[in-house]
């Protein structure tokens, strides 16, 4: 099954200018088999190609139309299979090798998928075929020599299919065996990233603002390069948010149940870190302009009270003894 995971953005209006990173919400998208609702899997492809052995591909098969027994409408339709099978043979071949990306890996696999569907598809050609062959030699009018011709194709076509059917599997077991490794490393990753994470914002929560510019100017960096870190794990966020598992037909339920719960855990902790990170970037550059106009009032004021100083000392040398001059320069110093 494909695990969806439906996003959800924490955002908190921020005046700073730099990219903002997407907050996920786990929430999983299971396709559950149930009376009403198929399953959506894709092993519903390979129970098709199970055990499709000579007789299993023989029995339960439409027969070929009245008439269409004769050697030369078996010789037909086994042309038209033996082409379709020589190109599904040469597809199989053609597929690169299992990437060690896990979005390759995820191409190839959905690939693969639908390659298997066609292998489904064509299923049953195979068996009309062979049921056709089965109705030849049954009705006793071939030759010996075309008896045993007959007899050959069968088998080489059965031997053919068969090998397809189990090399395609099994390159679908080992597709989704890396698959799954990946993204346990994903997800161990994510994990661990998230525990580091969250032991740095409560350290720089508890810090306290300033006490100065220059603090603030350092905390407002270092927040900065926290704001990147979740950048570059958002990629890794991405990528889960579809991921591709197997469910076992006898613990599927359960199996999809606690992988919902673990990933609906990952999303609340990566959720949460989102929202301080947002809440805590407002608060800093709030600060940081209040920090900035106080500076620039107390440098105002300096340079006023310089001057007021450097008038006071002109006052006082000059000796003024008139106290009209002594108003004057009184209204000055206002």
């Not at 043979?89 to 690169?96: H, S, Y």
């Not at 690939?111 to 089965?134: D, F, K």
Request: negative net charge.
């Amino acid at each position: 099954i494909t695990v969806s995971v439906s996003q959800g953005r924490v955002r908190t209006p921020s005046p700073s200018p730099k990219p903002h990173y997407k907050s996920y919400a786990y929430s999983q998208a299971a396709y559950v088999k149930s009376p009403e609702q198929k399953r959506r899997r894709f092993t519903e492809q390979t129970q098709l190609l199970r055990g499709g052995s000579q007789d299993d591909l023989e029995r339960g098969l439409s027969p070929l139309a009245p008439g269409a027994t004769q050697l030369e409408d078996y010789q037909s339709i086994l042309e038209e299979v033996l082409t379709w099978l020589l190109s599904a043979e040469d597809g199989l071949q053609a597929q690169p090798p299992i990437s060690s990306h896990v979005e390759e890996v995820k191409e190839q696999f959905h690939t693969h998928e639908g390659y298997m569907v066609e292998l489904t598809s064509h299923q049953g050609s195979v068996g009309r075929v062979l049921r056709a062959g089965s109705a030849l030699l049954g009705e006793g009018h071939l030759t010996e020599e075309e008896e045993k011709e007959v007899r050959e194709q069968m088998n080489l076509l059965n031997s053919r299919w068969e090998h397809l059917r189990v090399a395609s599997m099994e390159k679908q077991s080992r597709l989704h065996e890396v698959l799954m490794d990946l993204q346990h490393q994903q997800l161990k990753q994510l994990t661990d990233w998230l525990e580091l994470t969250e032991g740095r914002i409560k350290r720089m929560g508890a810090q306290p603002m300033g006490p100065d510019l220059e603090d603030v100017k350092h905390q407002v960096e270092d927040h900065k390069l926290l704001q990147e870190d979740l950048e570059l794990e958002q990629v890794r966020v991405n990528s889960l948010t579809h991921m591709v598992v197997v469910v076992d037909e006898n613990s599927g339920d359960s199996a999809t149940a606690a992988l919902e719960e673990k990933l609906q855990h990952l999303g609340d902790r990566w959720a949460a870190i989102c929202k301080w990170t947002e809440e805590h970037w407002v608060l800093l550059q709030e600060i940081l302009l209040q920090w900035q106009h106080f500076t620039e009032e107390q440098c105002s004021f300096d340079s006023w009270l310089t001057q007021k100083e450097k008038l006071v000392l002109s006052i006082q040398s000059s000796g003024i003894k008139e106290q009209s001059d002594m108003v004057a320069n009184l209204r000055r110093l206002a």
